[in-house]
T-cell receptor, first 109, second 113 residues
Framework: EDQVTQSPEALRLQEGESSSLNCSYT??????LFWYRQDPGKGPEFLFT???AGEEKEKERLKATLTKKESFLHITAPKPEDSATYLC??????????FGAGTRLFVKA | DVKVTQSSRYLVKRTGEKVFLECVQD?????MFWYRQDPGLGLRLIYF???????EKGDIPEGYSVSREKKERFSLILESASTNQTSMYLC????????????FGEGSRLTVL
């Protein structure tokens, strides 16, 4: 069964304290792994798509990487405005995208 | 700017009421989706549609139905609302390709009393 597991559930950082969020997945035939950011009370906003092991994408303080079993979202020198829930999702065959439960990130000034 | 618009941000309904949640996208996307989001469970797919008048069940379709009469509009219907349907409902769309990112609306928070 296709599955996505994110860890930790919550992460508290000081401003400037770099860290990583983990997304482990089991899927037959990965067609894409996605990272989204979700602010409280709003819909998820797309960040990155990764398609194959070894691929990396960057945007400002965020960098996403992909292996055959997991993806990491690295946050370098975070700021309070990076506080949000980060969702990982995978698409295998067909139309469905499967989401993890998310990691809530809190960055304190 | 691309946009997915959900008609109601907040709704409060009573048990047994019929509830309509509407979603409109302006990107000419073929694929549209309804998810519900609950703490600790992530997003779970209720229904999706890959074309006008076409619909497919997702992982948790029980208690829900959908309607897609026009390409840009996808409606979620709760025939008889129950308290366990209290949740955040998210509509999303995606283009004709069978893979790619989803574009989400702002969400509709439904409370059933």
């Amino acid at each position: 069964e296709d599955q996505v597991t994110q860890s930790p559930e919550a992460l508290r950082l000081q401003e400037g304290e770099s860290s990583s969020l983990n997304c482990s997945y089991t899927v037959s035939g990965l067609r894409g792994l996605f990272w989204y950011r979700q602010d409280p009370g709003k819909g998820p906003e797309f960040l990155f798509t990764l398609y194959s092991a070894g691929e990396e994408k960057e945007k400002e303080r965020l960098k996403a990487t992909l292996t055959k079993k997991e993806s990491f979202l690295h946050i370098t020198a975070p700021k309070p405005e990076d506080s949000a829930t980060y969702l990982c999702a995978v698409q295998a065959g067909g139309f469905k995208t499967i989401f993890g439960a998310g990691t809530r990130l809190f960055v304190k000034a | 700017d691309v946009k997915v618009t959900q008609s109601s941000r907040y709704l409060v309904k009573r048990t047994g009421e019929k509830v309509f949640l509407e979603c409109v996208q302006d990107m000419d996307h073929e694929n549209m989706f309804w998810y519900r989001q609950d703490p600790g469970l992530g997003l779970r797919l209720i229904y999706f549609s890959y074309d006008v008048k076409m619909k497919e069940k997702g992982d948790i379709p029980e208690g829900y139905s959908v309607s897609r009469e026009k390409k840009e509009r996808f409606s979620l219907i709760l025939e008889s609302a129950s308290t366990n349907q209290t949740s955040m409902y998210l509509c999303a769309s995606r283009g004709a390709q069978n893979t790619g990112e989803l574009f989400f609306g702002e969400g509709s928070r439904l409370t059933v009393l």
